[in-house]
Each structure stands twice: as C-alpha cells, then as structure tokens.
C-alpha cells in the first residue's frame, strides 16, 4: 500500500465552520461540547474536519477499538506481539473486583480475558501515570490470582465425587497485567529510552521457582520520542496506540497495511458528533478521576516525607538539648569555679589590703626613727664641736 495524502485514510476534509454548525443543531451534543476545555475542544473539530486522528489511549475509545467480543484478533495481535508469543482469546471476563479495605474501594480493571491457555489476561490503560504502579499492579495480579484460586476450588467442591479431582496449586494459570502508560511515572521515565519493561522474579540462591504473576509496563510516551522505524508488529501496535500524527499513521499503514481496517473504522466516527462527545466526556471524567487519585498519592507522598522531614528535626533538636544540656551543666561548673576564683582573689585584695596598710605603718616608723636619728646625729656633732672648742679631745 502506498498513501501519500492523510484524506485517503481519514476521508474529505470538513471545513470548521460546517462542523461547529452540525454540532449547533443538537442541543444535548452542543452542551457536550460546552463542556470540554479548549484543549480538548481543539482535540475534537480537528478530528471531525479530519486533519487527526483520535487519541486511542483514551478509556472509551480503546474499549471501542480492542472490544473482544466484536474484534479478539486485534487484541490477541497486540497482546502476542507484547509477550512474544501467539495467543488466543478463550473469553472475556466480567470486570469484576474483589472489595478492598481502602474504604470500599474496589480493583476497577479495564478489559480481562482468558487465554486458550488458561492464562488470564488484563489490559490495563493509564492515560496519567499512577504514583506506586508497583503496588497497584500487585493488587491488580493479586484480584486476578484470588478470583481463578476461587474458582477453581469451587469447581472442586461441586465436582461429582467419582469424577473429582484434589485441587492442586499447580493447576493454576499465569496471570498477566499489561498497563499501557501514556505518561509515564517516575521510575519509568527515568530509564529511558527503554519503553518495554517487564517484571522478573530472581532468587538470591539462585533457585528456580515459578510465579503466577506476570507484569508488563509500556511507556507510550517514551516509545513516541525515540522510535521512528515502524520494523516489527509491536512497533506497529505501539505507534497505532501513541500517535495522532497523520504522518506518522501513513507510515504505519504503508508498513502494515492491516491497520487501515482500524483507521477506517475510526474515520466513520466522524459523522456522529454526539458519540464522539460523549466518549471525549466520559474519558476526561476518568482522567479526572484518575488525576485526583494521582494527586491524593502525590500528597500522601508529601505527607510521608514531611512527617520523615520532621522526626529528623526531632531528633536533631533532641540532640542539640543533649548537648545543650551538656554545655549548660560545663557553663554551670565554669561558673562555679568563677566564683570561687573570684572569692580567692576577693580575700586575697583583702589580705594585700592588710599588707599595704602594715606597710604604710612601717614605711612611717621608718621615717620617724630617721628623723630621730637624724635630729640626735645633729645633737651630737654640737656636742664634739663644744668639746673642741673647750679643748677636749674625743678619740
């Protein structure tokens, strides 16, 4: 096949004008229409003129596109390519969950089928990506498990006696989870430019040890930026499921031909305006649930952290009073020696006091004994000059 031009795939174009005048004309389609943001208002006259394609990875219409009961072999082609492996859908189950203790909440799933195998499979598409993914996969794997273990020991119970068999844990099957990520969350988009990520048990021993639970995330987002060969069948699946882009869809359909059955399907929702509304509503209100469910994680998240933030803060302050406590009890005895430093200096001023005043006292009877001295030294030399001038010698 070789298309050149987007119409060939999408049909005539339509001019905008005409588009907003068909949704005029219905009241119930024109309060849809009222409804969405300009965004995805763009989203929607652009498909209806037939310049883009829809966003598959909205809930509604993937469920349109992939719907098992009218068209399993385009789900056991994309699920195959994922897994490596040819697979054939035996049914498809009801969406059903067991209730869980997050107050009544329960384990919504998207499309789950069983295998010819046995095996059950789940289809999982996450337009935001959650915060935890490996904690919701688990419980995703964990309803699936349970339900088939449930079963299968129902079906033991009520198995005639002749005919019944013991049930046997290794009678159970794989259950596989596939979360298709338009956004990927953290941990994924930090290992870019890998996009396929699958789970695999290991033992430290060594040991080989089966496991029921098979987990398969895709990064859409991831896959888009770095891929531009369309060379492999899921390469094919994964670019039907990302783009929007009319080149990049006439490359696909030239590289795999059987994709434009889709695409025709696709194109034929252009004349009814009101479906395709309210599958745009229905898929925002999803993402607006998603997003709220996104954003009670994200602020459990904050929580956590804070509540972390703030016992290190604790034990930071506990331990500045330790070592406060210890410097105040160092100050307390440095005070104390203070104290008694300045008690010692104060009886020692004293006792100096004592002294300079002692001294003071000698110091003056020093020098009255030399004027003593001084007045009988004069005495004395007008004694022996009397004594000479009446003729006596002093020898």
């Not at 219905?26 to 006259?45: A, G, I």
């Not at 390519?81 to 969406?95: A, F, W």
């Not at 384990?107 to 337009?127: C, F, H, R, T, Y």
């Not at 987002?221 to 060379?231: G, L, P, Y």
């Given at each position: 096949?070789?298309?050149?031009?987007?119409?060939?795939?999408?049909?005539?174009?339509?001019?905008?004008?005409?588009?907003?005048?068909?949704?005029?004309?219905?009241?119930?389609?024109?309060?849809?229409?009222?409804?969405?943001?300009?965004?995805?208002?763009?989203?929607?006259?652009?498909?209806?003129?037939?310049?883009?394609?829809?966003?598959?990875?909205?809930?509604?219409?993937?469920?349109?596109?992939?719907?098992?009961?009218?068209?399993?072999?385009?789900?056991?082609?994309?699920?195959g390519s994922l897994l490596g492996q040819e697979v054939h859908i035996l049914e498809v189950l009801k969406q059903e969950g067991n209730q869980l203790t997050d107050k009544g909440s329960f384990v919504v799933m998207d499309i789950v089928?069983?295998?010819?195998?046995?095996?059950?499979?789940?289809?999982?598409?996450?337009?935001?990506?959650?915060?935890?993914?490996?904690?919701?996969?688990?419980?995703?794997?964990?309803?699936?498990?349970?339900?088939?273990?449930?079963?299968?020991?129902?079906?033991?119970?009520?198995?005639?006696?002749?005919?019944?068999?013991?049930?046997?844990?290794?009678?159970?099957?794989?259950?596989?989870?596939?979360?298709?990520?338009?956004?990927?969350?953290?941990?994924?988009?930090?290992?870019?430019?890998?996009?396929?990520?699958?789970?695999?048990?290991?033992?430290?021993?060594?040991?080989?040890?089966?496991?029921?639970?098979?987990?398969?995330?895709?990064?859409?987002?991831?896959?888009?930026?770095?891929?531009?060969?369309?060379?492999?069948?899921?390469?094919?699946?994964?670019?039907?499921?990302?783009?929007?882009k009319p080149e990049r869809i006439i490359q696909l359909i030239n590289a795999y031909p059987e994709f434009m059955e889709l695409y025709t399907e696709i194109s034929r929702f252009r004349t009814d305006e009101r479906e395709v509304l309210?599958?745009?509503?229905?898929?925002?209100?999803?993402?607006?649930?998603?997003?709220?469910?996104?954003?009670?994680?994200?602020?459990?998240?904050?929580?956590?952290?804070?509540?972390?933030?703030?016992?290190?803060?604790?034990?930071?302050?506990?331990?500045?009073?330790?070592?406060?406590?210890?410097?105040?009890?160092?100050?307390?005895?440095?005070?104390?020696?203070?104290?008694?430093?300045?008690?010692?200096?104060?009886?020692?001023?004293?006792?100096?006091?004592?002294?300079?005043?002692?001294?003071?006292?000698?110091?003056?009877?020093?020098?009255?004994?030399?004027?003593?001295?001084?007045s009988t030294e004069q005495d004395l030399k007008k004694v022996i000059e009397i004594l000479k001038k009446n003729g006596i010698s002093i020898s």
């Amino acid at each position: 096949m070789n298309i050149k031009d987007f119409s060939e795939i999408m049909g005539n174009p339509v001019p905008e004008k005409e588009i907003l005048k068909r949704i005029s004309n219905n009241p119930e389609t024109l309060q849809l229409y009222k409804d969405l943001n300009d965004d995805v208002r763009r989203q929607v006259l652009n498909f209806f003129m037939g310049t883009e394609s829809v966003p598959i990875t909205y809930d509604p219409f993937f469920k349109k596109i992939f719907n098992p009961n009218e068209h399993p072999e385009r789900l056991e082609s994309l699920i195959g390519s994922l897994l490596g492996q040819e697979v054939h859908i035996l049914e498809v189950l009801k969406q059903e969950g067991n209730q869980l203790t997050d107050k009544g909440s329960f384990v919504v799933m998207d499309i789950v089928i069983q295998l010819s195998s046995g095996a059950i499979v789940n289809i999982e598409m996450q337009k935001v990506g959650y915060a935890f993914p490996g904690e919701r996969a688990d419980c995703y794997v964990s309803d699936l498990i349970m339900r088939e273990f449930n079963k299968l020991s129902i079906e033991s119970k009520n198995t005639p006696e002749k005919a019944k068999k013991p049930f046997r844990y290794k009678d159970m099957k794989p259950v596989f989870l596939i979360v298709l990520m338009e956004n990927s969350s953290e941990p994924f988009s930090k290992v870019a430019p890998e996009y396929i990520h699958t789970k695999q048990t290991y033992y430290s021993s060594g040991a080989k040890v089966p496991s029921l639970s098979n987990i398969v995330y895709v990064s859409l987002d991831t896959f888009e930026n770095i891929t531009h060969n369309i060379d492999s069948k899921s390469s094919a699946w994964l670019t039907f499921l990302s783009t929007k882009k009319p080149e990049r869809i006439i490359q696909l359909i030239n590289a795999y031909p059987e994709f434009m059955e889709l695409y025709t399907e696709i194109s034929r929702f252009r004349t009814d305006e009101r479906e395709v509304l309210s599958m745009f509503s229905e898929a925002l209100k999803m993402m607006d649930h998603n997003t709220e469910l996104y954003m009670i994680d994200e602020m459990k998240k904050e929580c956590e952290l804070k509540k972390l933030e703030l016992e290190k803060v604790q034990v930071e302050y506990i331990n500045t009073q330790i070592k406060l406590g210890s410097t105040l009890e160092e100050l307390e005895n440095t005070q104390n020696e203070l104290s008694n430093a300045q008690k010692e200096l104060g009886n020692t001023q004293k006792e100096l006091g004592n002294t300079q005043k002692e001294l003071g006292n000698t110091q003056k009877e020093l020098s009255e004994t030399k004027e003593r001295l001084n007045s009988t030294e004069q005495d004395l030399k007008k004694v022996i000059e009397i004594l000479k001038k009446n003729g006596i010698s002093i020898s």
